[in-house]
């Protein structure tokens, strides 16, 4: 089984930045699919963005491209969401995820079968 612990979430203005980590126990996950989903207050959980098992590949929602980065480091077993130029719309609890490693990423929820607690983050002036 595999553990996910997010943190990092806070209040951060406008145009601001922030880092969260997502912190695996339970099984080395470098070669797990990992991927980060947010939810807003009223709204379905959406993708954000996905890393391939490895790390070699990326995927981004339109709306954060350009703006967040997924990382990995593997040696930590730890996955990052860098987020830049922050807008009020990104304001949700972000979620971290991992499905198993002879799966491909997705951008479908459903596909993960591990899940961290949430961290929020809110942005506001």
């Known amino acids: 089984q595999v553990q996910l612990v997010e943190s990092g979430g806070r209040l951060v203005q406008p145009g601001g930045s922030l880092r969260l980590s997502c912190a695996a126990s339970?099984?080395?996950?470098?070669?797990?699919?990992m991927a980060w989903f947010r939810q807003a207050p009223g709204k379905e959980r959406e993708f954000v963005a996905w890393?391939?098992?490895?790390?070699?590949?990326?995927d981004y929602a339109d709306s954060v491209k350009g703006r967040f980065t997924i990382s990995r480091d593997n040696a930590e077993n730890t996955a990052y969401l860098e987020m830049n130029s922050l807008k009020p719309e990104d304001t949700a609890v972000y979620y971290c995820s991992a499905r198993d490693p002879w799966r491909l990423p997705s951008r479908e929820a459903a596909a993960y079968n591990y899940w961290g607690q949430g961290t929020p983050v809110t942005v506001s002036s």
């Open positions: 339970g099984r080395r996950v470098s070669n797990y699919p």
């Open positions: 890393s391939g098992g490895g790390g070699d590949t990326t």
